[in-house]
């Protein structure tokens, strides 16, 4: 499915750019077609980004943590 949306978004940016395509309110829409077609992946895209960022800054949590437990059987 998210070939076939990658295709179509690829169709529509060429048609859009291409000399046929020469009225304001056509490359508008094409526009509007493109930013809806790739919505979906733009959200999932940062939900997975923000999901390895809270994981980096858990990690780096639990890594003091272990570090200030060492540090704390040392004394």
Known sequence: MESL???RINFIA???TSC???H???KELALVWIAELSAPY???FN???SKLEN???GN???GNKVLRKADSTEE
């Open 5 to 7: 949306v990658a295709q």
């Open 14 to 16: 060429r048609m859009a």
């Open 20 to 22: 046929e395509c020469n």
């Open 24 to 26: 304001a309110e056509d």
């Open 42 to 44: 733009e959200k999932r």
């Open 47 to 49: 939900s997975y980004q």
């Open 55 to 57: 994981d980096l800054l």
């Open 60 to 62: 780096e949590v639990t």
